[in-house]
């Protein structure tokens, strides 16, 4: 199974945002991250799950820990409502962030993915990663990011 730690951030909201994730299998590690220049926290959330499960091939087994809310309830219970309701809210109103809540929903589809909400800042080495990966992005900064063998990850996770 793969584990990815997933995280967004945004300086101000709205503002210039980034995300950022950990995807962690039996012997590598690969950390990803991007930027928006005018973007939300919860876009930036969405699109840190979205960006870790295009790495992820049809059929792997997977697990993404995040730390938002927003993430977990949207595509674990609040989604059925709206697939149901044409993409509308409980005030009949269009739901925020559809494109990318589709986009995700696609996703999930192919993949079978385990959500596991993790406490923000409480030094869980994955989540910290992905939220040092994400806020750096959001400063405008490019953080160096990891791609290889688990063996050579100077990282604990």
Known sequence: MLTIYTDGACKGNPGPGGWGMVLKSVDRVLER?????????????LLAAIEALTQVQPGMRTCICS????????IQEWII??????????????????????????????????WKYVAAHTGIPGNERADAIASAFALGQMPALYDGPLSGYSRQL
């Open 33 to 45: 991250g991007g930027r928006e220049d005018a973007t939300t926290n919860n876009r930036m959330e």
């Open 67 to 74: 730390d938002s809310k927003y993430v977990m309830q949207g």
């Open 81 to 114: 409502g709206w697939k149901r309701n044409g993409w509308r809210n409980a005030a009949g109103k269009p739901v925020a962030n559809q494109d990318l809540w589709q986009r995700l929903d696609g996703l999930v589809t192919r993949t079978p993915v385990t």
